[in-house]
């Protein structure tokens, strides 16, 4: 009895009574007395960031960004709640003396209240800006600055001012549980082929924890940054009870462990899940065993390189509220079906669908609505654009992730910069843009960096069954259409095509076209197969400097992309599709 009674109390969510505001998701205390706490979020679409402000004064508030920590040369915004009402305005400062007003007023007040001694200011203004007198927002760490009076009387602050250096834009929040625990899933002197690809699987025993955890950071330890290309941990199904190390996708190997646990991307550093949830870990009904994934990319084939590189997982015992599913979408690997991104293409398009109305057909009913607070795509080399569409009643209601500048050396994964709300019945549609004008041949999806893949990973809360919601083309359409018989060797006939611009774009728009199949897996390898179609995007992304946020209406509004390509890559990285879509092939054929 007592045991049961002991996993339900250490199961049961802590009362922090934390909640995230799914706008304003980040939140830091600019002093060491937590007088000064500023919260924001933004939307990379909209081209805006929100903040709110809130400082324990009846007074005058003062916010700002600065070169340098000092004043001079700040763009600064102040306001409160006076005797006569809110007063709010944009202004800068040339030295150290009252700020001027700035003749375009950049910043709009969403609301401005007083109670129990604090005020609280709560604002928006575009990420960037065209006014001279504003200060551009970029995925730079920035010198925020703050002061603040005791009465409304804007005057000298005295020392009531302070300064902090934040990343906005790719904000870590960094939290120390009192409990702080880690694992680590390493390999010891594994021996890298002399070959240009390889992945590297180690099942491992977790040590006993007492119950369930939660993993709340997640932090790479490399040996060879030039070697390891991305690491994944998976969480094994009951049936795994064996610690093995060998090859990846070869016989036998584990690859029924598919429960993406964590993951590490090229470029990429630790990774800390917000506060509000965390990764289940150990406990009755999670894993024992766990497959640590590495893929070593031996660019010079260099003979004898030993590496001993993982991750290393941080968890507490203080439950969050949620547990946190990772689920990978896209485009599946499936090797073999016949799939081919023709040489010589400038931009060709790939899509994967995912079609969350038919989640319920593997999980009972209701599916939760699934907060998504990260996302990490991937492609491999040829990849340079990756835009993960969020579908509502067959219109695009926003980016879940879009990298307009993807880079195969730069996956690393940041927290989005508000919460995304998956509804049962979204669909996902992952764009992959590829340039293939150097290669000679095709190319087909596969586990090999030359091979390809288009997928976008999401981590949500809470976690649902759901590892995997991807799609592949139906290859018989696709002859049908292209007017072949069906059973003629679709790989041989993509290989020994002769590609040209007129050719390639009629199989890129006929590859669309065609009827998906899609499926969704679960983590006991249970699978849903289902018909869906590729719909149009139509959210576009401009390039025009706006600096009037009131004119921010739709949700779509044209975002400027001059400066910070964020969203930019995947931190997580995958090939593990790869052996699941083949067995699955297999398994169907
Ligand atoms: C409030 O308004 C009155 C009358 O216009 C003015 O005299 C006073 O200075 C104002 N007070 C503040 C703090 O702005
Ligand atoms: C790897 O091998 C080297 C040399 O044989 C040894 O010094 C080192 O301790 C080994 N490292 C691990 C993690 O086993
Ligand atoms: C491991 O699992 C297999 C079945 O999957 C079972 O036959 C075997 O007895 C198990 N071994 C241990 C040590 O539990
Ligand atoms: C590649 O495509 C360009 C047009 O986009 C064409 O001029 C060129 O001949 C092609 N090269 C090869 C090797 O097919
Ligand atoms: C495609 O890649 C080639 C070679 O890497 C490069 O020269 C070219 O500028 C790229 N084209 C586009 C449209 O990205
Ligand atoms: C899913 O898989 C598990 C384990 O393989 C099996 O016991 C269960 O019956 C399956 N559930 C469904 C709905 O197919
Ligand atoms: C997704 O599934 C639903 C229910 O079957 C269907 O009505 C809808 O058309 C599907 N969406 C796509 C894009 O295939
Ligand atoms: C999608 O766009 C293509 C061309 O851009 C067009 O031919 C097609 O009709 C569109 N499909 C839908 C469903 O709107």
Not at 35 to 62: A, C, D, Y
Not at 208 to 224: A, Q, S, T
Not at 380 to 392: E, F, N, P, S, T
Request: aromatic content about 10%; hydrophobic content about 35%.
């Amino acid at each position: 009895m007592i045991p049961l009674l002991l996993s339900l109390l250490l199961a049961w969510p802590p009362g922090t009574g934390a909640q995230q505001d799914p706008l304003m998701p980040f939140m830091e205390n600019l002093d060491a007395d937590s007088n000064v706490i500023l919260k924001w979020g933004f939307s990379e679409v909209q081209g805006t960031i929100m903040f709110q402000l809130t400082v324990k004064t009846t007074g005058w508030l003062g916010f700002g960004f600065s070169p340098n920590g000092d004043m001079a040369a700040s763009d600064i915004v102040m306001g409160g709640v006076g005797p006569n009402g809110t007063y709010f305005m944009d202004y800068h400062a040339t030295g150290n003396s009252f700020p001027l007003v700035d003749k375009k007023q950049s910043y709009t007040l969403l609301s401005l209240t007083e109670a129990d001694g604090q005020t609280t200011m709560t604002f928006r203004r575009p990420i960037q800006s065209c006014d001279e007198e504003d200060f551009h927002i970029t995925d730079s760490p920035v010198k925020l600055i703050y002061a603040y009076g005791t009465s409304d009387d804007i005057r000298y602050h005295a020392n009531r001012r302070g300064t902090k250096e934040v990343n906005l834009l790719k904000f870590m929040p960094r939290s120390s549980p009192p409990d702080s625990n880690y694992l680590d899933f390493v390999v010891e002197n594994v021996t890298v082929p002399a070959e240009r690809t390889y992945y590297h699987c180690k099942v491992m025993k977790v040590p006993k924890l007492n119950g369930k955890n939660h993993i709340y950071r997640i932090e790479p330890v490399i040996e060879h940054l030039d070697l390891v290309h991305h690491m994944l941990l998976y969480g094994c199904p009951s049936s795994v009870n064996q610690t093995y190390e060998k090859k990846c996708y070869t016989e036998g190997s584990g690859e029924d462990c598919i429960r993406v646990v964590s993951a590490w991307g090229v470029g990429g550093g630790a990774f800390e899940l917000p506060e509000i949830a965390g990764i289940p870990i150990g406990g009755q009904n999670n894993d024992e065993f766990y497959r640590l994934e590495i893929h070593y990319n031996n660019l010079a084939q260099e003979a004898g390189r030993r590496d001993s590189s993982g991750l290393r997982l941080y968890y507490t015992a203080q439950l969050r509220q949620h547990d946190v599913g990772i689920m990978t979408t896209g485009l599946m690997v499936a090797i073999g079906w016949g799939y081919a991104i023709p040489p010589n293409a400038t931009a060709f398009h790939s899509y994967g669908l995912c079609n969350t109305s038919h989640f319920s057909d593997i999980m009972p009913d209701p599916v939760p609505d699934l907060s998504v607070f990260s996302v990490a795509l991937h492609t491999h080399l040829a990849g340079r654009k990756v835009q993960a569409g969020h579908i509502r009643n067959g219109e695009q209601i926003d980016f879940l992730g879009l990298d307009e500048n993807f880079n195969f050396e730069m996956q690393q994964a940041t927290n989005l910069g508000n919460i995304k709300t998956i509804k049962p019945g979204d669909e996902i549609v992952v764009e992959c843009t590829y340039n293939t004008t150097n290669r000679k041949g095709i190319t087909q999806l596969g586990l090999a960096t030359t091979d390809e893949m288009c997928l976008a990973f999401v981590f949500y809360y809470p976690a649902i069954p759901v590892t995997s919601c991807c799609s592949h083309p139906d290859m018989h359409a696709y002859m049908a259409m292209m007017g072949k018989t069906v059973n003629q060797n679709i790989e041989e006939m993509l290989k020994t095509a002769a590609w040209d611009q007129s050719s390639t774009a009629v199989h890129e728009a006929t590859m669309k076209r065609v009827p998906q199949i899609g499926f969704i897996i679960d983590v006991n390898k249970n699978y849903s197969m289902y018909e869906g179609n590729i719909r149009n995007m139509t959210a576009t992304l401009s390039v025009s400097c706006r600096s009037d946020p009131s004119l921010q209406a739709g949700p779509l509004e044209p975002f400027n992309y001059n400066t910070s390509p964020r969203g930019s890559g995947s931190w997580v990285v995958t090939s593990a599709a790869g052996s699941v879509f083949l067995m699955l092939w297999t398994t169907m054929l």
